[in-house]
């Protein structure tokens, strides 16, 4: 379907680069959904306008680019109000959508996995409900059901109703799936491996990137697309020194990631919480590069991740031409150049990794006394054991673990029998 894309700005407030780095991103938006964006307009406005959200003027010189193109649809940057949308869609006749509205529709058709999905529906339904309205006919009373007497509910509130018992259903799935996840964490954190979370802006090759820590062994899918994959794949990297790490690639973040979308998966997001290593991907060709690290570094924020270290790997180093993108990199990122295409860097990348996990990973030494082969046989399950000494007061191990872990495993060695 054709599309006009539309992004409004007030006088007062000139956004300039931004405005029209947002509107190129809807563009692609609507072409991941399927759509063919035909022009997109930049409107400046004195003020918000409650009932059109850009007035009456610019409504009549919208409705006429859409008789000119043929275009079936309009797509705002910004979030319009239930009234707003159903005034737009009244006046100019076809179809009007925010960008919250196209990024959920993107969920939904990207979502693979039973969580994804359910966590996709979710976010619809809570947008929906947020933006019914009846009129007219519809919000007339329907007949009472008890003896044909009395009024019934509006069809109004029928339908927020079965929106909120839909939504309660999906939350108390995805609920189920959190308390399953949480059981297979608690295997994970068992197994004598780091955990390290890829984030980043959508299509900034964290796909492409865990694919070549592999070794491509998996074929993790990866495209040139915004929001390729939705659904988090845990994948076993081995590190420099001979070790091993479980490196997570998670959803990617966009500008304005709307709030139903946070909410739905904040159960995936939250996973984050629980790594070692943070690695942010960054799109260094992208001219859009530094908002992007702002909005990415604002989701985190937003998910208190503040104690986790994070090195910040500069992908697609090899395909920037221009020196101009990547001068606004500050040192004190401590950037490391890659390209998780070739493979240029990521040498460096994972010694990175491993130094940074070795403070996380610390090394100790404990002696399990004579008898207790039951706390052997967990250490070697919960940490790397790097050396075993038998003596006549026990076994002493040397191994690297969390603090936490080498804190639970000495309060039971130091435990009577």
């Not at 409650?50 to 409504?59: E, H, L, R």
């Not at 109000?81 to 006749?93: C, D, F, I, K, Y």
């Not at 985190?300 to 101009?324: Q, T, Y």
Request: aromatic content about 6%; glycine content about 8%; charged content about 25%.
């Amino acid at each position: 379907m054709k599309t006009i894309l539309v992004a409004a700005q007030l006088k007062t407030k000139h956004r300039g680069a931004e405005a029209e780095s947002s509107l190129e991103e809807l563009w692609r938006l609507a072409e991941t959904a399927g759509l063919e964006p035909v022009e997109k307009i930049n409107v400046r406005v004195q003020a918000w306008n409650p009932a059109t959200f850009i007035g009456s003027g610019k409504v009549e010189e919208l409705k006429e680019r859409l008789e000119e193109t043929g275009a079936g649809a309009v797509i705002f940057d910004e979030e319009l109000s239930p009234a707003q949308q159903r005034n737009l869609t009244n006046v100019l006749g076809v179809t009007v959508a925010d960008r919250p509205r196209l990024i959920i529709e993107i969920f939904s058709l990207r979502a693979r996995t039973r969580e994804g999905k359910l966590q996709a529906r979710l976010a619809r339904f809570n947008y929906s409900l947020s933006r019914l309205a009846g009129k007219g006919g519809s919000m007339d009373q329907q007949r009472g059901m008890i003896g044909g007497r009395g009024s019934g509910e509006k069809k109004i509130e029928y339908d927020k109703r079965e929106l909120r018992v839909k939504i309660t259903e999906l939350e108390s799935e995805i609920e189920a799936i959190k308390r399953e996840r949480g059981t297979q964490r608690g295997k994970r954190d068992s197994i004598p491996m780091p955990q390290v979370s890829i984030v980043g802006y959508t299509n900034a090759g964290k796909s492409t990137l865990l694919n070549f820590l592999t070794g491509n062994r998996h074929g993790i899918y990866a495209d040139d697309k915004l929001f390729a994959t939705l659904d988090p794949s845990t994948k076993r990297v081995r590190l420099p020194a001979g070790g091993w790490a479980l490196f997570t690639d998670t959803v990617g973040f966009i500008q304005k990631l709307p709030h139903a979308l946070i909410a739905a998966f904040r159960a995936t997001l939250e996973e984050i919480r629980y790594s070692d290593l943070i690695l942010h991907v960054h799109d260094l060709s992208s001219p859009e590069a530094q908002l992007q690290h702002q909005a990415v570094k604002a989701t985190l924020d937003e998910l208190g991740v503040h104690d986790i270290p994070v090195i910040n790997v500069f992908n697609k180093a090899d395909a920037v031409k221009d020196p101009a993108l990547s001068a606004w990199v500050p040192e004190r990122l401590h950037p490391v150049l890659v390209s998780a295409l070739t493979g240029n860097g990521v040498g460096p990348l994972l010694a990175a990794c491993e130094r940074a996990l070795a403070r996380r990973w610390g090394e100790y030494e404990l002696t399990v006394p004579v008898g207790a082969k039951g706390l052997v046989k967990e250490i070697y399950a919960s940490c790397l054991v790097k050396d075993a000494a038998y003596g006549q007061q026990g076994v002493t191990l040397t191994f690297k673990a969390t603090p936490e872990n080498y804190a639970r495993l000495s309060k039971k060695a130091a435990a009577p029998n």
